[in-house]
């Protein structure tokens, strides 16, 4: 390759990285527009109905199986169930009472998740200082939503638990699919089961919501527009590119810069101004999740 297409290629890189950042942290603020007028399963469902479409057609490109191989079947279903439909429904669900801004802080808890059941399931190694980082930024964490008021209110703590319990889900995932889904080619991993997650949350959206379609603002359309094109399908896509030519440990990264991004969208459009020591914990909490990423480089220096 030469010196030119190198640097072009960095470029790109680097621009693609900063897409993902910038998307990942807009996602929330858009989950938040949509579920002013949209009830939580219904607003999660039809995110994946009009993503749908596209990553099917992505995937036909690419020449990639839509269905998953018959022996990945149970996989396939604890897939769909939880990582695509009870956790999207919980962010929809807890973004009704927390600030979008927070929920993203909340949500960016994932990969330490992935570090336990890591840990629990695969048996991996948990050095001290993740031991440390995890402990540091639990403490921010919990400081945080003490400060926020966000333990008092039940239903201000419903949120709070809804959207933990949504990155949880994600961290079990992500650690399960590293046997379960190896093999899967990336399209197949996403396309059917968002496509069957949509289908389900619409249909238990209409059995458990009273939905008032003509009721949906346009701010709420053009969100959901916003969430299924671009977050889920840019943003999956952009991803996927960086996967293959990054280093995963600096990828992982962006669950450090996206709650960022988020707080200081959250900041403008809820206007909520953001105190001090809000920065100051946020600052401590990023800092300790992003220590716990430093083995990895450790042991590939050794």
């Not at 527009?225 to 990828?251: D, N």
Request: proline letters at 4%; glycine letters at 6%; hydrophobic letters at 55%.
């Amino acid at each position: 390759m030469s010196k030119k297409n190198y640097l072009k290629s960095k470029y790109i890189i680097f621009l693609l990285f900063v897409i993902v950042c910038l998307t990942w942290g807009t996602t929330w603020i858009g989950i938040k527009i949509a579920v002013e007028t949209v009830n939580p399963l219904l607003a999660a469902g039809l995110r994946f109905i009009i993503a749908f479409p596209f990553l099917l057609l992505i995937t036909f490109i690419s020449k990639s199986p839509i269905f998953f191989p018959r022996k990945s079947w149970p996989f396939f279903i604890l897939l769909t169930l939880f990582y695509f439909t009870i956790p999207y429904y919980l962010l929809s669900f807890g973004e009704q009472y927390v600030s979008s801004g927070l929920t993203s802080l909340l949500f960016s808890s994932m990969p330490i998740f992935s570090i336990i059941f890591s840990k629990i399931f695969l048996k991996d190694k948990i050095y001290l200082n993740q031991v440390i980082g995890i402990t540091l930024g639990f403490l921010c964490l919990i400081y945080i939503l003490i400060s926020e008021g966000l333990v008092i209110s039940y239903t201000d703590f419903l949120g709070v638990a809804s959207i933990l319990l949504a990155a949880i889900m994600h961290g079990f995932l992500y650690v399960y699919s590293k046997k379960a889904g190896d093999g899967i080619n990336v399209f197949t991993f996403n396309t059917l089961p968002i496509g069957v997650a949509g289908v389900l949350l619409c249909l238990l959206s209409f059995v458990f919501e009273k939905n008032q379609l003509h009721a949906i603002s346009l701010n709420s359309w053009l969100a959901l527009i916003y969430l299924g094109v671009v977050a889920s399908v840019g943003g999956f896509i952009a991803y996927f590119y960086l996967l293959k030519r990054m280093s995963p440990v600096i990828l992982s990264f962006i669950f450090i810069i996206f709650p960022v991004v988020a707080i200081f969208i959250s900041a403008i459009y809820e206007n909520k101004p953001i105190s001090t020591h809000f920065i100051i914990s946020t600052f401590i909490m990023l800092c300790g999740f992003a220590i716990t990423k430093l083995p990895t480089n450790l042991r590939k220096n050794h």
